[in-house]
């Protein structure tokens, strides 16, 4: 598939973390403007300190880049950036990650997260034509009990949040540490996802599953190690939303070339791709296509197929899902066949 076309197609992203979307001269400008003294000297420095070992190494610097976000128009100014990103990408759904903790526990006001962010996504529909939904991330090296708080806020706006997840540092931090929490926010009736298995065990991604009941894995990536998943995975078409640019960056897998993308495609996985953190990753969607398509040697019907899990694994109702498979093979039927 050439390269326009991966731009052209209709796509959805449903693995990115909003405070992830910080391109370093937004973080300097909203340094600027809020008084915020950052530790890094230069633009150019900061762009250094991008240099990450591990999942651990990458969220320390994450962490302090999002000290810069303190008033409502600071988070609409960073979602409305990342969508207007998105758009320019054909990027026409997608679902959101927010981490209200790293605010909250720094004396930011959920209202304001919320709402900055949410007008940004009204805007979005209204200028772009992009539709969005909000996904909460609780932070797992915090405990079940700060959970319980953050939960107790979005409960106040349910009608813009559509979902909970899961994220921040795995290693020891297991999906089971979260069960009570996540049993009350399915009671409440939100969806559920969960990161496990990007650097945790395929343990992580059966907890994630039985104790949790998410709808979606978010990297997922070691189930390899697991045949009994693999097959579970394959039999249930749970979604993996795979991010191939951050497992590179995170040192998941050293290089594309050893990405098990294609593997878990070939074992018949409804694998979806996405951008993470794309700010601190060095690329949006369509970078990361570009990537996985070269470095995996995928064939048309397979990038097709990609895109296609996308919607198929997206929280959009069926009707919807449809309206969009059909502007997208529209789109790709000259061309493929
Ligand atoms: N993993 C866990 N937590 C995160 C990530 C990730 O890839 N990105 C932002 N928070
Ligand atoms: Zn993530």
Known sequence: MNNNLIQEIPKTELHLHIEGTLE?????????????????????????AYNFSNLQSFLDVYYQGANVLINEQDFFDLTFAYLQKAASQNIVHTEIFFDPQTHTDRGIPFATIINGINQALIKAKEELNISSYLILCFLRHLSEESAFQTLEEALKYQDQIIGIGLDSSELGHPPS????????????????????????????????????????????????????LIDYLRETQIPLTVCP??????????????????????????????????????????ENFLAIKDGLNLTDSEVKKLVENGFKASFLPEELKLVNFFRFTQLLTPQLF
């Open 24 to 48: 370093p001269e937004l973080m300097f400008s909203l340094a600027q403007r809020n008084h915020i003294k950052l530790p890094f000297a230069s633009l150019e420095k900061t762009k250094e």
């Open 245 to 286: 640019l951050s497992n590179v960056k995170l040192k998941v897998f050293n290089s594309i070339q050893e990405h098990n993308l294609k593997k878990l495609l070939d074992l018949g996985l409804c694998v979806t791709v996405n951008s993470d953190d794309p700010a601190y990753f060095g690329g949006y969607l369509v």
């Open 177 to 228: 540490k979260f069960k009570n929490v996540f049993k009350k926010a399915k009671e409440a009736g939100f969806l559920t996802v969960a990161h496990a298995g990007e650097e945790g065990p395929p343990e992580y991604i059966w907890e994630a599953i039985n104790i949790l009941g998410v709808s979606r894995i978010d990297h997922g990536v070691r189930c390899l190690e697991d045949q009994k």
